[in-house]
């Protein structure tokens, strides 16, 4: 699964879509890359969706992931959209942390992502203020 999904191939494709976003994570005290943010805008009408935000296990709890969604909410409002969506695994603990930055559950679903690979998420969202 993760071969395909993070494959070169894939996030090339990604990068040659207008829509399509990636940010490198960057702790500017010590010069190191601590992730990455992968959001798509106008994924749907007004809304944008986050993709994908990781972090090295080291950077957790350091405020680099909340720093992280400020700028989606940025970006977001910047493009006009007014709403950020995501999906999350049921047995993630990431679901916590989009709770205590706004984000709420407002479906859920188990998604074929292909070779036999079931995504069993949580559809959350995140209404962006202007």
Known sequence: MLSTMYSAEEIGSHLQQPN????LIQDDAHGSYEGFIGYENSYEENTTK?????????????????????????????????RIVLNVNKNNSARNFYESQGYKVYDEGVFD???????????MEYIVEN
Do not use: Q
């Not at 957790?60 to 400020?70: R, T, V």
């Open 20 to 23: 399509y976003h990636y940010y």
């Open 50 to 82: 986050l993709h994908r935000i990781y972090l090295v296990p080291e950077s957790k709890g350091k405020g680099f992931g909340k720093d992280a969604l400020l700028f989606l909410n940025e970006k977001t409002a910047k493009y006009g959209d007014k």
């Open 113 to 123: 992502i292909g070779n036999g690979f079931f995504m069993d998420d949580f559809l």
